[in-house]
């Protein structure tokens, strides 16, 4: 299947380079083009696209709002958002506003696409880098955040151990096959408790999973 992709950029130039790239692609179309957050809102809900490709410093709305905006709207874009600003402070709001991802523009084009590719597969994706100063600003929300104990009988909420078990691993960053690998068992039924965890925590992706798994203290960074 063909991957619908809208670019949200105040810079002409960034705009027109991403869309060459991502169109040099064969599973990835780019539909459409908008020049600031509120442009980028309204084009979502005219082209319906799979993922927004979403600057965070855009005229008359930032990304952040446009991004908490799209998310609400309750569509099926998935928002990657895209940077020259590795800053902790962008990355969590960005993360907190409902984007599934975040990539620096200074990211290949390899990276951009399976960038693309990944967040429209319900994955969570954040550049290596962002991904550990972002843990870093994790570990400073508490001294002693709260571990769940793998192979312990703990859980949290409605969870069931093994959900919980997988909650964690989706905060350590661990992708559905390498979970079932660590758990010994079928990626089949991994997917069926991360769409669970989902469901009881009323979360949309697993990178609000991984937000949510932090900021409850159910594991400690490092």
Do not use: C, W
């Not at 994706?125 to 001294?143: C, D, G, M, Q, Y």
């Amino acid at each position: 299947m063909t991957i619908r992709v809208l670019i949200a950029d105040d810079q002409m130039m960034v705009r027109e380079g991403f869309s060459v790239l991502l169109g040099a692609m064969p599973d990835i179309e780019v539909v459409g083009e908008a020049v600031n957050g509120r442009d980028a809102v309204e084009r979502v809900r005219e082209l319906a696209p799979d993922v927004v490709l979403m600057d965070i410093r855009m005229p008359e709305m930032n990304g952040i709002e446009a991004t908490r905006e799209i998310v609400a709207a309750d569509g099926a874009a998935k928002v990657l958002v895209l940077t020259t600003f590795d800053l902790d402070e962008y990355v969590y709001q960005a993360l907190r506003a409902g984007a599934s991802g975040f990539l620096l523009k200074d990211a290949s084009a390899r990276q951009l696409a399976d960038g693309v590719r990944v967040v429209a597969a319900g994955e969570a994706l954040l550049a290596p880098s962002v991904t550990r100063r972002l843990i870093t600003e994790f570990s400073k929300l508490s001294e002693s955040p709260r571990l769940v104990p793998t192979g312990q009988q703990a859980t949290y909420g409605d969870l069931t151990e093994r959900e919980t078990e997988v909650l964690i691993l989706i905060a350590q960053g661990l992708s559905n096959v390498e979970i079932a690998e660590r758990l010994v068992v079928a990626e089949s039924t991994i997917k069926t408790h991360v769409s669970r965890v989902l469901v009881k925590l009323g979360l949309r992706d697993r990178t609000q999973a991984a937000v949510f798994a932090y900021e409850a203290r159910l594991v400690r960074p490092g």
